[in-house]
């Protein structure tokens, strides 16, 4: 079976553009949750999406965003970038929303933002 | 083996030894907890997990040890090979599906 998929691998972009994520779960997932990595704030939540509905949301602003589609892939949304958006972006995939479920996380998308 | 009893952010073994790696969770109403590898460039990668009405749970070389009364998680590692070297984190289930991270320890394990 495949495990999540992240693309692109990389990206480089400059202040105040906006930047669009993809993640393929798991088959059979349903639940897709995102977090960020950086060296100085270690491993974030930014949100968890099931049946195309966002159900649980980190402490980010609102330029951060995210969508679900029906097949359970999720695409997230950084608007007017900043430096300090520079991370390692992870998806993580799990069975469903209940508590419990173990998540696996795809390869990342390494943003930087110059 | 190597054994540490707080949290550090770096562990150095030799090939063959055991380690240790510990970490403390923050809410006492987590019931679920995971260990991730993470190794350069790529994605944490699933070790073991736990749940809280459990105290022990061994995988293969693997054995996490959850103390609920301090609030305590440990992984250990048998017979530590050089493809063991990684970043290791602890997480636990907070707020739903919600993962909360430890700060990692870099495992290096010298041959």
């Known amino acids: 079976k495949a495990g999540v998929t992240q693309t692109p691998r990389y990206l480089i972009k400059t202040r105040g553009q906006q930047v669009t994520l993809s993640c393929s779960p798991i088959?059979?997932?349903?639940?897709v949750s995102w977090y960020q990595q950086t060296p100085g704030q270690g491993l974030q939540f930014l949100f968890e999406?099931?049946?195309?509905?966002?159900?649980n949301k980190g402490n980010f602003p609102g330029r951060f965003s995210g969508r679900q589609f029906s097949n359970s892939r999720s695409e997230m949304n950084v608007s007017t970038l900043e430096l300090g958006d520079s991370a390692l972006y992870l998806c993580?995939?799990?069975?469903?929303?209940?508590?419990?479920?173990?998540?696996?996380f795809g390869p990342g998308t390494r943003l930087l933002v110059l | 083996g190597e054994s540490v009893g707080l949290h550090l952010p770096t562990l150095s073994v030799q090939e063959g030894d055991n380690s240790i790696i510990n970490c403390a969770y923050s809410?006492?109403?987590?019931?679920?907890f995971i260990w991730y590898k993470q190794e350069s460039g790529k994605g944490p990668q699933f070790i073991i997990d736990?749940?809280?009405?459990?105290d022990k749970r061994q995988g293969q070389r693997v054995t996490v040890l959850l103390n609920k009364t301090v609030k305590h998680l440990s992984l250990q590692i048998a017979a530590t090979q050089p493809g063991d070297s990684a970043v290791y984190f602890c997480?636990?289930?907070?707020?739903?599906?919600?993962?909360?991270f430890g700060e990692g320890t870099q495992l290096t394990v010298n041959p």
């Open positions: 088959s059979g997932h349903r639940s």
């Open positions: 736990i749940r809280s009405n459990m």
């Open positions: 993580a995939s799990s069975l469903g929303p209940a508590g419990g479920e173990t998540q696996y």
């Open positions: 997480a636990e289930e907070t707020s739903g599906s919600r993962l909360t």
């Open positions: 809410n006492s109403a987590s019931d679920y």
């Open positions: 999406y099931f049946s195309e509905t966002q159900r």
